[in-house]
């Protein structure tokens, strides 16, 4: 599965911007889709993730702020983000997994089978 993530950009601390992922190729066997992120000299963390029958988990740092949606006729996944900070500011990426089931197992990033190139977010303050 190809994935080609897009919407980032620099935006002002309390703005919003919304992440786009699109999925191509053998999507028949993706299942679950989630957001991950990466700031400089950090490691890659979970953000949310939401399975083909629209389970969804949050990661506590964005509950309440963002948003995970997808839509399975366009094969894509949107992130929508809210009252940004300046510690939001990483590369955002797209993943996808056959896994099924909403389980502790979509947080860890070794679970998704592939990934998209990643979109910058970058907060000001």
């Known amino acids: 599965v190809q994935l080609q993530a897009s919407g980032g950009g620099l935006v002002q601390a309390g703005g919003s911007l919304r992440l786009s992922c699109a999925a191509s190729?053998?999507?028949?066997?993706?299942?679950?889709m989630g957001w991950f992120r990466q700031a400089p000299g950090k490691e890659r963390d979970f953000l949310a993730a939401i399975t083909w029958t629209d389970g969804l988990l949050y990661a506590d740092s964005v509950k309440g702020r963002f948003t995970i949606s997808r839509d399975k006729a366009k094969n894509t996944v949107y992130l929508q983000m809210n009252s940004l900070k300046p510690e939001d500011t990483a590369v955002y990426y797209c993943?996808?997994?056959?896994?099924?089931?909403?389980?502790?197992?979509?947080?860890?990033?070794?679970?998704?089978?592939?990934w998209g190139q990643g979109t910058l977010v970058t907060v000001s303050s």
């Open positions: 190729g053998r999507t028949s066997s993706s299942r679950s």
């Open positions: 993943a996808v997994t056959s896994r099924v089931r909403a389980s502790a197992t979509l947080y860890y990033a070794t679970s998704y089978d592939d």
